[in-house]
C-alpha cells in the first residue's frame, strides 16, 4: 500500500514557474514507478510525466515536453514535477501516482494521491 499527498501548487503567471511535489508513505517507493496526470474542468484526465523505479527514464506528454522536468528522489520518497514557461492551458487539478511498471497508462498506476490544483494566469 502507497499513500501520495501532492504539494506546491498554486497560482502563478503565464510564463512563469511552479515545483510540485509528491511524498509517498512506505518503505517500497523505490519499487514503484511514479507518474503525473492532470485534469482540467470539463477534460480527460491527461498524461503528463512518468520517471521509471530508478529515476533513469522519464517520458513526457507532448504538450508538455521541454519545459516540465520529472523527477525522484528514492532516498526521501519523493517525486517531483518542475515546472516552466507556464501557459494558461496548463491550469488543472495535478495528480501524483505509482504503478508497479513504467507506463504513461493511467489504468495501469494503483495509488493515487488526492491532487493539487495548479492555475496559469494570462
Known amino acids: 500500500q502507497v499513500q501520495l499527498a501532492e504539494s506546491g501548487g498554486g497560482l502563478v503567471q503565464a510564463g512563469g514557474s511552479l515545483s510540485l511535489s509528491c511524498a509517498a508513505s512506505g518503505r517500497t517507493f523505490s519499487t514503484y514507478a511514479m507518474g503525473w496526470f492532470r485534469q482540467a474542468p470539463g477534460k480527460e484526465r491527461e498524461f503528463v510525466a512518468a520517471?521509471?523505479?530508478?529515476?533513469?527514464?522519464?517520458y513526457y506528454g507532448n504538450s508538455v515536453k521541454g519545459r516540465f522536468t520529472i523527477s525522484r528522489d528514492n532516498a526521501k520518497n519523493t517525486v517531483y514535477l518542475q515546472m516552466n514557461s507556464l501557459k494558461p492551458e496548463d491550469t488543472a487539478v495535478y495528480y501524483c501516482a505509482a504503478a508497479g511498471t513504467y507506463t504513461f497508462t493511467a489504468t495501469r498506476y494503483n495509488y493515487w494521491g488526492q491532487g493539487t490544483q495548479v492555475t496559469v494566469s494570462s
Open positions: 520517471i521509471s523505479e530508478g529515476g533513469r527514464f522519464t
